[in-house]
């Protein structure tokens, strides 16, 4: 009873001080609610995008493959052991139906069973005569009525009493050999235990679906599998027949809805379960097919994925558990000469930590219980981003639920939040009431930072680093993925950090110079508001750290997700060349024609004299919806003469009045400085002009030479001869890595080859219409389309990718968050720094100096704080963000970086920044305003002290 009224006692007394303090205390538990919900989103967001993937991952391959990865199938094949009597398969399939599938906790999409005799001889009676018809076993199929149709006759029933068993045969068996529905059959088992068994052919059946993934094997292939009804295979049949199972089969397919990445361990460690008991009661039985090695694939991109972004979000987290100390910093502060009270009072200081552990289990507690819930509002946020501080609200969502290993990181991110914001509470243990009161002018030493010279000391492996990625041949290895390498967030950190830490140490210094210059001309606000800044540093260091440190991270990150945006898209648009391309091959004249398959092709015939292939006009494609504009764009092989040898170059025929029309982009410095306008004039004006990469042009050709080239598409050849009229670097589509680029009029090369030849077709769309519905119109305009590449489709599941998408999200969450805090440790800063400066304004009033010459005073101060920590922020990320981003081997595509996209600081996502700062700040300043008109200055200075 002692110990729950003990108990009860601190906790009450804990939460008096708390009210006490109740606005601080309110920030604690924000900054403590901010760090939960950050350490709860990252493994909650892994989760969610990689199941997304694994159900992406299931469909593709029940499309590709007809078989889900996530089924189970058990067999025991009797030619690979021996045959068995039913009596010994039963326990394995009673275990299977009963407890070990139900066991596995996953919901069961479909679950078939199959088990049948060797082939045994089948006989027709007929006419009191027996015809042999071929060998074919015996069996059932259990679980699968609703994936075929009864074409003719009734399903069979349970032998029962009948003389005659009731068997289903394969349409495919019937027609083959010329059974029907009431025949009559003798099936016939040689071996030690010679057996006859009479049946009649009850129903024939066929698949509904060939592709259905719910079968085990192919339909085709159960064609001649004569089937029964369960009760009569495991009855009379197995009573007729020694050894009956030669084959016996469990499939089921699972539901992956439910699964996460925590239960992805306990999931492999039942199946094993099961599989090892299935193994015990049948010896010989196999698991063929599992799920096993897709949930460990899933597992471990949820381990790596949540990994890296853990990793990526450390910046983010140490500027919360900074905000964190700082808040509790300024508790300990206001309540500094109370502890140092109670410590000449005797009491001792592991007591007062005790009283401090209190309260911050009470406030991690209230942040647990709000932290989770955001955590997920927090993931579902990152599942839409698709850059830095760009959410797309309209697209899909993912399935998001709390899991252990979220909160195992919120707990474990909670318990360092406590840890950092007893630190201050252990120092103010250590100081007396003559240390408070000789505090209460002026700090007494520099922080223990500056004592250390931490700032210049980290400036060092931040130099080094930068040195040896210069040095190094850049930040990413070619084919590694940029999106992997936390580097791309800790170095950049750590050199805002150092210079972070170096700026707070020279600022006093530059305010100190100002406040000299501002007392020549004897201004009063100024000189006050320099002075304070200058002499009491610590009134606004944590609070300017915040500032700086969150605006060079955003500048960093918005320069960064620039450089990554503008090279995806560049590369991806410049990979496509068009919105849209339509790869299509018209009609061809020789294909066999259907109802004559013994029809052998023809030799090609020559194009010169009938036509091979046969097109829609290219001007039909508009009549589709959506489509703005189209262009004939043909790819052929071709080997260009150059001196005594030949080289191959990929040519390339244009429409040249349809291709501009489509073209999404094109640099002038592809074209040599020509623009693809005037190229597009060279080519009209030499209808057999050709535009070839400048490699060529080392060959001893020049512009205006004669270049002989040999054409050979689809099995023709011809000589033809274009005039290079222009030397091109890059052209939209193609990779000069591929080969020399040779660009020409498409008609002439249809005009000397004598006819026309398939092409791809380059669209201009509609972005607002599906490229689904886009080349569905297409289709039904008669125009085969055989495949697609669209640039909104690559940029989109490009931007959907875990890795990019997680980074993003969390740089997105992170400086929403840390922003936040940022604006409220100012407001908080600047109200307790003027309550504890109000002796000090009293006696500025008394003195003569007018309400309004405090009040322009305080707003100098804080707005020259804004000021300093906006400039110093963004210098700092720029700096961070010239030296880092340069550096990053990023892109996309066949060929990463081509074209090549130059690096630039992002000036218009700061100013958008810089607004929502201002606007901000002005209404923080607004609310500090207020609260100062209710601080007495000249009671202050009657009670002399406000703390």
Known sequence: MRLILATFSVLTAALKRLRANLALTLCAWLAAVTAVALASAIPAYAEAANLRLLRDEIRQQEERAGRSPFALLFRYVGAWNTPLEWERVAPADDYLRREGIPGLDLPIDSFARHARTAPLRLFLASGGETVF???APLGFISGLDDRFRIVDGRMPQPAGNATALDVMISRAFADEVGLNVGDALTIVAGGARPATLQARVAAIWEPINQNDPAWFFPPQTLSDVILMAEESFTGPVAEALRNDVDQALWFVRLGSEGITGAQATPLLSRIETVRARVAGVLPGSRLEQGPAEVL???????STLTTQLFVFSTPILALTLYFAALIAALIVRRQSSEIALLKSRGVRSVQILGMYLVEWFIIGVAALTAGLPLGLVFAAVMSRVRSFLDVDFSGASVPLAPGAQSLTFALAVLAITVVAALIPALAATRRTLVDEQQQAARAARPPFWQRAYLDLLLLVPAVYGVYQLQTGGGLFQRGADPFGNPLLVLTPALICFALGLLALRLIPLVLEALARLAAI???????????A?????????????????????????????DAFDGAMRTELTYQVGAMTQLFETGESTERVQPGQPGRQPQPPRDIREEARFLFVPVSEHLQAPGVRAAARVGRYDAAVNIGAGSRQVQLVGIDRSDFPNVITRFDRAWGGGESLGGLMNLLARHPNGALVSRELLGNGLQVGDALPATLRIYGDQREVRFRIVAAIDLWPGFYPQDGPIVVVNLNYIFDEMGGQYPYDVWITRDPLIPIDEVVAGVRRLGIPVIDTLDAATLIAREQARPQRQGLFGVLTIGF???????LLGFLVAGFITARRRAIELGMLRALGLSGFGVAVALTLEQLLLIGVGLVTGSGIGAVAALLIVPLMQVGVGPYPGVPAYPPRLAWESMTGIYAAFGVTLAFALLALGVALVRIRLFQAVKLGDVN
């Open 133 to 135: 018809l071929k060998n």
């Open 296 to 302: 460990q694939r899933y597992q471990s991109r949820v």
């Open 521 to 531: 001309p004897a201004w009063v606000a100024p000189l006050v508001t320099l002075r």
């Open 533 to 561: 800044l200058a002499r009491q540093t610590d009134n606004y260091r944590g609070a300017l750290l915040l500032l700086i440190l969150t605006l060079s991270l955003a500048m960093y990150s918005s320069t960064m997700a």
């Open 816 to 822: 929403l968050t840390a922003g936040a805090l940022t």
